[in-house]
């Protein structure tokens, strides 16, 4: 009973190990850190958001959703478990409905944020349950002209980003973000979207297509999420747009 890696102290989440260590916690950020890449780029013009998608032989790829729109000013991308993922998107978007209700204007992205993490709390401090195996990132352009990005883990914390990797090429990826964003935040979103296909790049060895790739983008001028079309995303993958935005 006790010869597995956790020793007992993973049978459930109000339990401690001796060091001090959550075991179902760690391995639903396991599950996030073998999920597929999604990408979050913030810069002055607006968010960015990206997504892998893994296609499946004879598998329809408009059927696998990696980027979803809350509200009109906000949308996450995703990684780990979709089951999980479809859950948390749905509480998102009651949230944002019920904050409209009550306050008569547009949910920020830090209050959506600190939400989803409450919710994700409750399945770290008792018995019965097991903490949600994902992460998502939030990108919102809010009601002061403001763009916002943050990341909630599988445990109930979020932080804010300026770029932003999650998934199993988050290393590659995110040593590549490092590198080569403006911290300025001087990037157009035509740049931003080059750079965080290029991250995706470094992360895998799969050639991008349109059916591969989602790609989002959420304007502060608009401040409405716009999700590419196929033609859309074509036009940007192909090289010649990548030195028109350089």
């Not at 097991?130 to 990341?151: E, F, K, Q, T």
Request: glycine share 8%; hydrophobic share 35%.
């Amino acid at each position: 009973m006790f010869g597995l890696p956790g020793q007992g102290y993973d049978m459930s989440t109000s339990i401690f190990s001796p060091e001090g260590r959550i075991f179902a916690a760690e391995y639903a950020k396991k599950a996030v850190e073998q999920g597929a890449t999604s990408i979050g780029i913030l810069v002055n013009e607006g968010i960015v958001l990206l997504a892998e998608k893994n296609i499946k032989p004879l598998q329809e790829p408009e059927s696998i959703e990696k980027l979803s729109k809350i509200d009109e000013h906000i949308g996450v991308a995703t990684s780990g478990l979709m089951a999980d993922s479809r859950k948390l998107i749905q509480e998102a978007r009651v949230k944002a409905q019920s904050y409209w209700l009550t306050y008569e204007e547009p949910i920020p992205g830090e209050v959506l944020a600190e939400h989803i993490c409450d919710v994700k709390a409750q399945f770290t401090q008792g018995g019965g349950a097991r903490p949600y195996g994902v992460s998502m990132i939030i990108g919102s352009a809010d009601h002061d002209d403001s763009p916002r990005l943050y990341v909630t883990d599988p445990v109930g914390t979020y932080w804010g980003y300026l770029a932003v990797v999650i998934g199993r090429g988050s290393a590659r990826a995110g040593e590549y973000l490092e590198s080569k964003y403006d911290l300025s935040k001087k990037q157009t979103l035509g740049q931003a979207t080059q750079l965080a296909l290029e991250a995706l790049r470094q992360a895998t060895e799969t050639d991008l297509t349109p059916d591969n790739v989602e790609i989002a983008k959420i304007p502060v001028s608009t401040r409405k999420f716009q999700k590419l079309s196929r033609s859309e995303k074509q036009v940007i993958l192909e090289p010649s747009s990548t030195t028109s935005n350089e």
